[in-house]
């Protein structure tokens, strides 16, 4: 894993390289199972959000780095920290502003934001607040809300007060942050 963390840094103007490093690291921390957090080198997460905010308008790398650092959050729960210091929660809105219209990409970027977000509500609500996040998730629901289930932001900072009104999705059904759009008979949250 140092090894391919290293790639990483090496090869940040390389295009094709980082994709080939993202997806090695994807499949080494893949083979570890979950709780394995701990023994990622200390930069690894900081070398993933600075080569995908180098190569933002790339949707290919976007998305295999937004699955790395998903894939962090899913397998420790005490990864949330580690994510919003290294810059992965501002890495997510950079993403949502950048591919707006994108609904596969800014699906994988709300899930990635609410693993970043986890366990530190205060936080996270000043960072949204600061990088002008709600505005960015609400212009995001109302784009792709009637093409796929999108999750707008993790269930502890969502709430009554940040609800989309009734009717502003396009599909005409509303709803509120944090459970997803109806328009594909599926209500995830």
Known sequence: ????????????????????????????????????????????????????????PSVALVSAGLQCLWLIGVHASHAAAALRLEGGLQLCLKVLKRHQSRADITALACRTL????????????????EKGGWACLMGVLKANCTETTVYAAPESVAGN???????????????????????DGILQG
Not at 114 to 129: M, R
Not at 161 to 183: H, I, N, P, R
């Open 114 to 129: 609410a693993k970043c977000s986890s366990g530190s509500v205060a936080s996270v609500q000043a960072i949204l607040k």
């Open 161 to 183: 007060a940040y609800q989309v009104q009734k009717g502003s999705c396009t599909d005409g059904k509303g709803w509120a942050l944090g459970q997803g759009c109806q328009s």
């Open 1 to 56: 894993m140092d090894a391919i963390v290293h790639a990483l840094c090496a090869a940040n103007q390389d295009q094709e390289n980082v994709l080939q490093a993202l997806r090695d690291f994807r499949g080494c921390y893949e083979s570890w199972g979950p709780g394995k957090v701990e023994v990622l080198p200390q930069n690894a997460v900081k070398a993933i959000t600075n080569v995908v905010s180098s190569h933002l």
